[in-house]
Protein backbone atom coordinates (compact mmCIF):
# COMPACT_ATOMS: atom_id res chain seq x y z
CA UNK A 1 0.00 0.00 0.00
CA UNK A 2 1.56 3.18 -1.21
CA UNK A 3 1.95 5.48 1.58
CA UNK A 4 3.20 9.98 1.21
CA UNK A 5 4.67 11.72 3.30
CA UNK A 6 5.33 15.80 3.16
CA UNK A 7 7.94 17.78 4.97
CA UNK A 8 9.75 20.83 5.00
CA UNK A 9 9.77 24.12 6.65
CA UNK A 10 6.39 25.26 8.12
CA UNK A 11 7.44 28.90 8.19
CA UNK A 12 9.19 30.46 5.30
CA UNK A 13 9.89 34.21 4.54
CA UNK A 14 8.67 36.16 1.84
CA UNK A 15 10.73 36.46 -1.39
CA UNK A 16 12.12 33.50 -0.04
CA UNK A 17 12.43 30.00 -1.31
CA UNK A 18 9.75 27.62 -0.10
CA UNK A 19 11.49 23.31 -0.12
CA UNK A 20 8.86 20.86 0.25
CA UNK A 21 9.54 17.00 0.20
CA UNK A 22 7.52 13.80 -0.82
CA UNK A 23 8.67 10.69 1.10
CA UNK A 24 6.81 7.71 -0.56
CA UNK A 25 6.90 4.17 0.89
CA UNK A 26 5.36 1.30 -0.20
CA UNK A 27 6.31 1.55 -3.94
CA UNK A 28 8.45 3.22 -5.94
CA UNK A 29 8.66 6.75 -7.44
CA UNK A 30 9.91 5.13 -10.66
CA UNK A 31 7.41 2.48 -10.90
CA UNK A 32 5.81 2.35 -14.49
CA UNK A 33 2.37 4.77 -14.70
CA UNK A 34 3.76 6.78 -11.35
CA UNK A 35 2.40 10.19 -11.63
CA UNK A 36 3.16 12.33 -8.55
CA UNK A 37 1.46 15.77 -8.25
CA UNK A 38 1.61 18.81 -5.70
CA UNK A 39 -1.41 20.10 -4.68
CA UNK A 40 -2.39 23.16 -2.09
CA UNK A 41 -4.87 24.67 -0.15
CA UNK A 42 -5.44 28.14 0.83
CA UNK A 43 -6.43 28.13 4.36
CA UNK A 44 -10.16 27.65 4.42
CA UNK A 45 -10.28 27.79 0.60
CA UNK A 46 -10.24 25.27 -2.26
CA UNK A 47 -7.53 23.04 -3.83
CA UNK A 48 -4.85 24.39 -6.59
CA UNK A 49 -3.15 21.83 -8.85
CA UNK A 50 0.43 22.95 -9.01
CA UNK A 51 2.35 20.60 -11.32
CA UNK A 52 3.20 16.09 -11.10
CA UNK A 53 6.43 14.15 -12.12
CA UNK A 54 5.97 11.53 -14.32
CA UNK A 55 8.39 8.73 -13.83
CA UNK A 56 9.89 9.04 -16.97
CA UNK A 57 10.86 12.40 -15.91
CA UNK A 58 8.31 14.38 -17.57
CA UNK A 59 7.12 17.15 -15.58
CA UNK A 60 4.30 19.39 -16.03
CA UNK A 61 2.99 22.83 -14.12
CA UNK A 62 0.07 24.84 -13.13
CA UNK A 63 0.40 27.62 -15.80
CA UNK A 64 -0.61 29.98 -13.55
CA UNK A 65 2.84 28.40 -11.40
CA UNK A 66 5.33 27.48 -13.77
CA UNK A 67 7.57 30.69 -13.58
CA UNK A 68 8.12 29.54 -9.63
CA UNK A 69 7.93 26.04 -9.12
CA UNK A 70 10.16 23.42 -9.81
CA UNK A 71 9.08 19.28 -9.08
CA UNK A 72 12.12 17.27 -8.99
CA UNK A 73 12.65 13.39 -7.88
CA UNK A 74 15.41 11.49 -6.00
CA UNK A 75 15.06 7.45 -7.14
CA UNK A 76 17.94 7.00 -4.37
CA UNK A 77 15.59 8.52 -1.98
CA UNK A 78 12.21 7.37 -3.03
CA UNK A 79 10.89 10.98 -2.91
CA UNK A 80 10.29 14.11 -5.04
CA UNK A 81 10.39 17.50 -3.73
CA UNK A 82 8.73 21.17 -4.71
CA UNK A 83 10.66 24.27 -4.61
CA UNK A 84 8.79 27.51 -5.19
CA UNK A 85 10.34 30.76 -5.15
CA UNK A 86 9.62 34.46 -4.49
CA UNK A 87 7.01 33.43 -2.24
CA UNK A 88 4.32 35.77 -0.83
CA UNK A 89 1.80 35.37 2.05
CA UNK A 90 -0.57 34.06 -0.89
CA UNK A 91 1.50 31.22 -0.75
CA UNK A 92 0.61 30.15 2.79
CA UNK A 93 -1.19 26.91 2.54
CA UNK A 94 -1.47 23.58 3.14
CA UNK A 95 0.48 21.73 0.39
CA UNK A 96 -0.05 17.84 -0.16
CA UNK A 97 1.34 15.64 -2.48
CA UNK A 98 -0.51 12.90 -4.36
CA UNK A 99 -0.07 9.86 -6.66
CA UNK A 100 -2.60 9.17 -9.52
CA UNK A 101 -1.60 6.09 -12.24
CA UNK A 102 -2.26 7.77 -15.49
CA UNK A 103 -2.22 11.63 -16.09
CA UNK A 104 -5.94 11.87 -15.48
CA UNK A 105 -6.76 9.09 -13.17
CA UNK A 106 -7.53 10.50 -9.50
CA UNK A 107 -4.84 11.53 -7.25
CA UNK A 108 -4.75 8.28 -4.67
CA UNK A 109 -3.40 8.12 -1.85
CA UNK A 110 -2.58 11.79 -0.94
CA UNK A 111 -0.03 12.49 2.25
CA UNK A 112 -1.14 14.13 5.33
CA UNK A 113 -0.41 17.60 4.12
CA UNK A 114 1.79 20.01 5.66
CA UNK A 115 1.48 23.60 6.32
CA UNK A 116 3.37 26.51 5.42
CA UNK A 117 3.04 29.96 6.46
CA UNK A 118 4.55 32.44 4.51
CA UNK A 119 5.43 35.79 6.81
CA UNK A 120 8.33 37.76 8.51
CA UNK B 1 -12.12 31.75 -8.33
CA UNK B 2 -11.89 28.18 -9.18
CA UNK B 3 -12.32 26.80 -12.34
CA UNK B 4 -15.43 24.68 -11.43
CA UNK B 5 -18.37 26.05 -9.95
CA UNK B 6 -19.58 24.28 -6.34
CA UNK B 7 -22.53 25.69 -4.49
CA UNK B 8 -20.59 26.94 -0.90
CA UNK B 9 -22.64 25.07 1.27
CA UNK B 10 -25.48 22.89 1.22
CA UNK B 11 -27.42 20.95 3.90
CA UNK B 12 -30.01 18.17 4.36
CA UNK B 13 -31.68 16.18 7.18
CA UNK B 14 -30.26 12.59 7.88
CA UNK B 15 -31.90 10.07 6.07
CA UNK B 16 -32.47 12.63 3.19
CA UNK B 17 -30.73 12.81 -0.33
CA UNK B 18 -28.74 15.82 -1.39
CA UNK B 19 -26.87 16.51 -4.87
CA UNK B 20 -23.75 18.47 -4.92
CA UNK B 21 -23.45 20.15 -8.55
CA UNK B 22 -20.17 20.85 -10.70
CA UNK B 23 -20.92 23.25 -13.19
CA UNK B 24 -17.96 23.60 -15.60
CA UNK B 25 -17.67 24.80 -19.78
CA UNK B 26 -16.85 23.31 -22.27
CA UNK B 27 -13.09 23.68 -21.90
CA UNK B 28 -13.21 20.93 -18.90
CA UNK B 29 -16.23 19.10 -17.86
CA UNK B 30 -18.10 19.90 -21.71
CA UNK B 31 -15.04 18.21 -23.71
CA UNK B 32 -15.47 15.39 -22.78
CA UNK B 33 -13.05 15.02 -19.51
CA UNK B 34 -13.61 13.00 -16.73
CA UNK B 35 -14.54 13.87 -13.47
CA UNK B 36 -13.44 12.74 -10.13
CA UNK B 37 -14.89 13.31 -6.11
CA UNK B 38 -13.51 13.88 -3.28
CA UNK B 39 -14.14 14.03 0.37
CA UNK B 40 -12.42 15.92 2.95
CA UNK B 41 -13.39 15.32 6.64
CA UNK B 42 -11.97 18.11 8.79
CA UNK B 43 -8.12 18.46 9.21
CA UNK B 44 -7.44 15.31 6.69
CA UNK B 45 -6.45 14.91 3.40
CA UNK B 46 -9.14 14.82 0.68
CA UNK B 47 -9.91 11.38 -0.16
CA UNK B 48 -10.99 10.02 -3.71
CA UNK B 49 -15.04 8.91 -3.51
CA UNK B 50 -15.82 8.59 -7.05
CA UNK B 51 -13.79 8.78 -10.32
CA UNK B 52 -13.83 8.67 -13.84
CA UNK B 53 -17.39 9.80 -13.60
CA UNK B 54 -19.49 6.78 -12.04
CA UNK B 55 -17.14 4.65 -10.40
CA UNK B 56 -16.94 3.94 -6.90
CA UNK B 57 -13.71 3.18 -5.22
CA UNK B 58 -13.45 -0.20 -2.60
CA UNK B 59 -14.97 0.53 0.18
CA UNK B 60 -17.55 3.16 -0.76
CA UNK B 61 -20.74 2.83 0.20
CA UNK B 62 -23.07 2.78 -2.64
CA UNK B 63 -25.06 5.81 -1.21
CA UNK B 64 -22.46 7.92 -3.20
CA UNK B 65 -22.81 7.80 -6.67
CA UNK B 66 -22.08 10.74 -9.30
CA UNK B 67 -23.15 11.45 -12.77
CA UNK B 68 -22.49 13.98 -15.69
CA UNK B 69 -24.37 15.94 -18.44
CA UNK B 70 -23.46 18.26 -20.27
CA UNK B 71 -20.95 21.06 -19.37
CA UNK B 72 -22.01 19.70 -15.24
CA UNK B 73 -21.40 16.95 -12.99
CA UNK B 74 -23.19 15.81 -9.92
CA UNK B 75 -23.08 14.02 -6.69
CA UNK B 76 -25.57 12.36 -4.77
CA UNK B 77 -25.67 10.86 -1.80
CA UNK B 78 -28.73 9.18 -0.50
CA UNK B 79 -29.68 7.99 3.44
CA UNK B 80 -26.97 10.96 4.23
CA UNK B 81 -25.76 10.31 7.57
CA UNK B 82 -24.26 12.28 10.14
CA UNK B 83 -20.65 10.96 9.32
CA UNK B 84 -21.08 12.34 5.72
CA UNK B 85 -20.26 15.90 6.84
CA UNK B 86 -17.69 17.03 5.11
CA UNK B 87 -15.99 19.42 2.47
CA UNK B 88 -16.80 17.88 -0.90
CA UNK B 89 -14.32 18.87 -4.30
CA UNK B 90 -15.06 18.19 -8.12
CA UNK B 91 -12.16 18.05 -10.53
CA UNK B 92 -11.75 17.88 -14.08
CA UNK B 93 -9.22 18.71 -16.41
CA UNK B 94 -8.75 21.64 -18.84
CA UNK B 95 -8.04 21.30 -22.66
CA UNK B 96 -4.10 21.10 -21.33
CA UNK B 97 -4.89 18.74 -19.33
CA UNK B 98 -4.04 20.39 -16.27
CA UNK B 99 -6.31 18.94 -13.40
CA UNK B 100 -8.99 21.76 -12.04
CA UNK B 101 -10.79 21.71 -8.92
CA UNK B 102 -14.15 23.40 -7.70
CA UNK B 103 -14.02 25.08 -4.70
CA UNK B 104 -15.80 22.47 -2.59
CA UNK B 105 -19.72 22.27 -1.11
CA UNK B 106 -19.39 22.10 2.48
CA UNK B 107 -22.23 19.43 3.43
CA UNK B 108 -23.67 20.07 6.73
CA UNK B 109 -26.38 17.60 8.26
CA UNK B 110 -28.64 19.19 10.44
Known amino acids: QVQLQESGPGLVKPSQTLSLSCSVS??????????CSWIRQHPGKGLEWIGY???????YYNPSLKSRATISGDTSKNHFSLRMTSVTAADTAIYFC????????????WGQGTLVTVSS | QSVLTQPPSLSGAPGQRVTIPCTGS?????????VHWYQQLPGTAPKILIS???NRPSGVPDRFSGSRSGTSASLAITGLQAEDEADYYC??????????FGGGTKLTVL
Open chain 2, 91 to 100: QSYDTSLSPV
Open chain 1, 26 to 35: GGSITSAGYY
Open chain 2, 26 to 34: SSNIGAGYV
Open chain 1, 98 to 109: ARHEMSTDPFDP
Open chain 1, 53 to 59: MHYSGSI
Open chain 2, 52 to 54: GDT
